[in-house]
């Protein structure tokens, strides 16, 4: 019995709402037009491990300014 009412009300509801606008993502399947050179990806690589790494070496570079109590 409730699966029969839960599927009148979902109906309802959807019936209730309207049309609805679906949105697509915009993710391309074709290759790049213009590839990318081993320069430029191993500065992206570079930044990228920069931008994970860094934040955690500055907290290991100084943790014993950390560690003390003012």
Request: no cysteine; proline share 7%.
């Amino acid at each position: 019995m409730s699966g029969l009412l839960r599927t009148i009300s979902t109906r309802t509801a959807l019936a209730l709402r309207g049309p609805t606008i679906t949105q697509r993502a915009s993710v391309f399947t074709r290759p790049a037009k213009d590839p990318l050179g081993p320069s430029e990806s191993i500065i992206g690589l570079g930044l990228f491990a920069l931008a994970i790494l860094g934040p955690s070496g500055w907290i290991l570079a100084n943790i014993e300014d950390y560690k003390k109590k003012d």
